[in-house]
């Protein structure tokens, strides 16, 4: 007997002949994420993860399930797939209260069918109740019974070259290995939408890097060192990131000064796509992703969305949370990790300009007339020129 996780991937199945570059793929993401801690290899549809006798466990399990691409994982023991070597095990499992047994019987040589075999395990684990018991169980109430319905254990017996047992399935986070769908280049703000979108972008199977854009000194070190947060958190879903920060001091204080308030927000992220733009494709991006969510505040409405498309040439902007509303994102920051480091109270550069009236449908022509009032390649070339880039450790 040999305990080992087995985890199991979903949407992969649907890929038809591309599915061997997506296990690929979910494979070399998985040995990376792991290193040397255990091995890991593909065998029958599943996913193995095993020599891991001096990794912790549950560790182990967390670094599985949060891999883009598993749906769920198990902690199971291997036996041999011989009713003989499974019944054995069976036999000195020991459980309290209702169960089931549910048998899958993917080998279709193994001798007895599904159905018939979980019948005889669960009167295996009855006779071994009631041996353990002895003899003052015919007084006492039966502690073990078979519960179909609603049953406080499930015993999955999972038959194939080799048999592997189980009682609990973790859930995994499904969607596509991080990588096969290119790289992107995120908008990090410091709140609570624009890592979420990072982990969505990272689940449809995109590498991700990310690009801060930081105002010293109405910004502080401490909301840097907020997105340092951000970034390592990120990291547990997708593979290693960097982290472009830009000095958007300058091109703040020349929108303030020369340009109509109302449009402050609105020209201010039209030169933060355009820096992104530039970035990513210096880095091999292959589209930019934003935290935008329709009609959230003033700059997000169709009109401020359709402003920043025109700022753009060559990468698509991608909006993952475009449809979602505010509490739903909460839900899914808190489930991620992000939303204690993001509601943490340090300002970010849209916080600290943000004028008292921002348009909420700015008309383009006279947003772009307004922006000639600056030297729009001058400002780009000077924060693209200044960008610090950071690796986490």
């Known amino acids: 007997m040999e305990n080992k996780i087995i985890a199991r991937y979903g949407e992969i199945h649907l890929k038809g002949g591309n599915r061997k570059f997506f296990i690929n793929a979910l494979l070399r993401n998985l040995r990376a994420r792991i290193g040397n801690l255990a091995n890991v290899q593909f065998s029958e549809g599943r996913v ?4 891991f006798c001096n990794t ?14 598993i749906t769920s994982a198990s902690v199971v023991t291997q036996v041999q797939s011989v009713p003989e070597a499974i019944l054995e095990y069976i036999g000195i499992l020991e459980i309290e209260g ?18 018939d075999f979980a019948a005889e395990c669960g ?38 070259d080799k048999a592997y047992i189980y009682q609990k399935s973790f859930d995994g986070h499904g969607g596509l290995p991080v990588g096969v769908s290119g790289r992107c280049i995120v908008l990090l703000s410091g709140g609570i939408d624009s890592p979420v979108a990072a982990y969505l ?3 449809r199977g995109l590498s991700v890097d990310l690009v801060h854009f930081a105002t010293p000194p109405y910004t502080s070190d401490l909301a840097l060192e907020k997105i340092y947060k951000l970034q390592k958190l990120i990291e547990k879903y997708s593979d290693k990131t960097r982290l472009f920060v830009v000095p958007f001091t300058e091109i703040s204080r020349a929108i303030k000064k020369n340009c109509a308030d109302e449009f402050v927000i609105t020209l201010m992220r039209r030169f933060m796509v355009r820096i992104a733009e530039k970035i990513g494709i210096e880095n091999k991006a292959d589209c930019i992703i934003t935290g935008e969510n329709l009609a959230q505040v003033a700059s997000q409405t169709i009109e401020g969305i359709r402003s920043n498309n025109f700022c ?61 009032k600056l030297d729009i390649e001058v400002l780009v070339e000077n924060a693209v ?8 450790c």
Not at 48 to 51: A, E, G, N, P, R
Not at 130 to 140: N, P, Q, T, V
Not at 385 to 392: D, H, S
């Open 201 to 203: 972008a990272a689940k």
């Open 98 to 115: 209702g169960f089931k047994v549910v048998v899958n019987r993917a080998n279709k040589g193994f001798p007895v069918k599904s159905m």
């Open 385 to 392: 020129r200044e960008v610090e880039t950071r690796l986490t």
């Open 48 to 51: 193995l993860v095993d020599d």
């Open 123 to 160: 009167g295996i684990i009855l006779a071994s109740a009631k041996s353990r018991a002895g003899a003052s169980s015919a007084s006492s109430p039966c502690k073990v019974w078979v519960d179909v319905l609603n049953p406080n254990t499930i015993i999955n017996v999972d038959i194939r």
């Open 56 to 69: 912790d466990e549950a560790r182990l399990l967390d670094t599985v399930t949060s891999t883009f691409g």
């Open 312 to 372: 753009v040439n060559i990468l698509p902007i991608l909006r993952p949370l475009i449809t979602f509303d505010k509490q739903e994102i909460i839900t899914l920051a808190k489930r991620i990790g992000t939303y204690d480091v993001s509601v943490e109270p340090h300002l970010d550069c849209c916080t600290v300009f943000v004028p008292k009236n921002p348009s909420i449908k700015p008309n383009l022509k006279r947003v772009e007339m307004d922006e000639t």
